[in-house]
């Protein structure tokens, strides 16, 4: 796998390159081999071999932490 985690918190832009290797080849799965717009969490993919053999994965994409600020307002007086 080739994970791309999320850029900034709540978005969903992770990408995965889900990539099979061994058995007998050509492989299908239960999604694409390229997934994209993913938001952050754990998937689970299954993927079969022409034989009918089965690998089951799971992996996570990651988020960044939330960012905040603090914001102080000073106030301003004027003489008069």
Known sequence: LQI???LCFGENNGQVNIIAEGGTPPYTS????????LAAGTYQVAIYD???CTSDTSFTVLQPELLFCNVTATPQYQNG
Do not use: A, I, T
């Not at 239960?30 to 717009?37: E, M, R, Y």
């Open 4 to 6: 791309e985690h999320v």
């Open 30 to 37: 239960d999604f694409p081999f390229d997934l994209q717009n």
């Open 50 to 52: 022409s034989l009918g």
